[in-house]
């Protein structure tokens, strides 16, 4: 399984950015997929993550309201509508994929650099 990230940018505070990532392989099957980032200095964060099959959602508190993920399940990929984006969410934003619920994610996307400038 491949995971490919876009999307990434410089935006201004308050603006916003839609995230790709597509999945591809024979063999690609996804239970969850997810979204994390990490800003320097700081350790990785689920951001959100999506349940392949029912669309259920989770979101961390400090991106509720703000950010939207979803899924086009044609297409294999995941998305992450980032709204009223601020200094805080810069950081490199990672897609992941665990193809069971009770597997850690096994399949990581090379990363899209957000930055917004306040």
């Known amino acids: 399984v491949q995971l490919q990230a876009s999307g990434g940018g410089l935006v201004q505070a308050g603006g916003s950015l839609r995230l790709s990532c597509a999945a591809s392989?024979?063999?690609?099957?996804?239970?969850?997929m997810a979204w994390f980032r990490q800003a320097p200095g700081k350790e990785r964060e689920i951001v959100a993550h999506?349940?392949?099959?029912?669309?259920?959602?989770y979101y961390a508190d400090s991106v509720k309201g703000r950010f939207t993920i979803s899924r086009d399940v044609a297409v294999n990929t995941v998305y992450l509508q980032m709204n009223s984006l601020k200094a805080e969410d810069t950081a490199i934003y990672y897609c992941?994929?665990?193809?069971?619920?009770?597997?850690?994610?096994?399949?990581w996307g090379q990363g899209t650099q957000v930055t917004v400038s306040s």
């Open positions: 999506i349940v392949w099959s029912s669309g259920t959602t």
């Open positions: 392989g024979r063999t690609f099957s996804s239970n969850t």
């Open positions: 992941a994929n665990k193809p069971r619920s009770n597997w850690p994610y096994n399949a």
